[in-house]
């Protein structure tokens, strides 16, 4: 067969081509990752931050398609489509997916940090998207607002007639990515003490950046009846 079948669905295709190159970066820059329906920590923080568990029911936190961890920190997050025919919404629909993610998990690990100590000047999470055999990276920090940018892409070989070229492109660009990685967990080691009160004032200062709105659950149709 020269070509990826176009019947493999989502999750093969993202573990068995697009993952194999990101996973296989991160291994060699020492990070850790996983895959597959990973709750992201940041998003259950805020979903249930107000909840009275004890009464009420957890909400459940969106799931990430991969994720690279970092001392329990999920410094990125991606999240994948099909290789053949991914709806077109699909794209934009995972990038706010993603985006959102990001911020959450921005907000929850500045938090964690300063409980530690006073966090480095640049402080920022990652993220990908995979849409079709194309995947964005991206990073987000904050100056004065939270700023996205995308850092690299890739496009993953689906055919024998490409492969050579476009696996060395993929390899290039996922270990550059795992080195961004790599530089802000450096950065990270550089945490300064504080004193009480300055924690106390910086953890106000995060609990003051306004939260992701909870988007509504989609209204079920009314059938019509006779």
């Not at 967990?185 to 009480?196: E, G, K, L, Q, V």
Request: charged share 25%; proline share 4%; aromatic share 8%.
């Amino acid at each position: 067969m020269s070509e990826v079948p176009s019947v493999i669905n989502e999750r093969e295709g993202f573990a068995d081509l697009t993952w194999t190159f990101i996973r296989g970066a991160l291994a060699l820059a020492g990070i850790e990752s996983r895959h597959f329906e990973v709750m992201v920590i940041g998003v259950d923080e805020r979903k249930n931050a107000d909840r009275n568990l004890l009464v009420e029911t957890k909400e459940h936190a969106y799931l990430a398609d991969g994720v690279g961890l970092h001392r329990g920190h999920q410094l990125y997050l991606a999240e994948s489509a099909l290789l053949h025919s991914p709806r077109a919404e699909k794209r934009l629909q995972d990038c706010y997916k993603v985006m959102r993610a990001m911020k959450d998990s921005w907000v929850s690990q500045m938090r964690s940090t300063i409980r530690e100590g006073r966090p480095p000047e640049s402080f920022s999470v990652f993220g990908s998207t995979s849409f079709r055999d194309e995947t964005r990276f991206y990073q987000m920090d904050v100056v004065g607002v939270f700023r996205v940018f995308e850092v690299n892409g890739m496009v993953v070989p689906i055919s024998k007639a490409d492969f050579g070229m476009k696996m060395e492109a993929c390899m290039l660009c996922c270990l550059e990515f795992a080195l961004l990685l790599k530089q802000e967990i450096s950065a990270r080691s550089t945490i300064a003490p504080t004193t009480f009160k300055e924690k106390r004032l910086m953890l106000e200062d995060c609990r003051s950046i306004p939260g992701n709105q909870t988007v509504p659950p989609k209204q079920k149709k009314q059938k019509n009846t006779i």
